[in-house]
């Protein structure tokens, strides 16, 4: 299974993010998201930027992942099956 995990982007050098996720920074490549900007939350998968997203999806992600670890279920937007 493939998981990209959201983080912002705090530096831009070149083609190369500084991004940060839960206090935790690391490089990412833009080469396949150009447009990236900082402040932009993005979702990272195997190094590279690959979708910005909005805050309120940043926040839905967050609490499915809470979900999956046992949270109690917050996102009533999405249909239980």
């Not at 979708?51 to 046992?70: C, F, S, T, Y």
Request: aromatic share 4%.
């Amino acid at each position: 299974m493939c998981l990209a995990f959201p983080a912002k982007v705090l530096k831009i050098d070149n083609e190369l993010a500084t991004v940060e996720r839960a206090g935790i920074k690391r490089e990412a490549s833009l080469m396949l998201l150009p447009e990236a900007k900082v402040g932009d939350y993005v979702l990272i998968h195997a190094g590279f930027a690959m979708q910005i997203i909005d805050e309120e999806e940043l926040k839905i992600r967050d609490a499915l992942v809470a979900e999956m670890n046992g949270a109690p279920r917050t996102v009533l937007a999405i249909p239980l099956q």
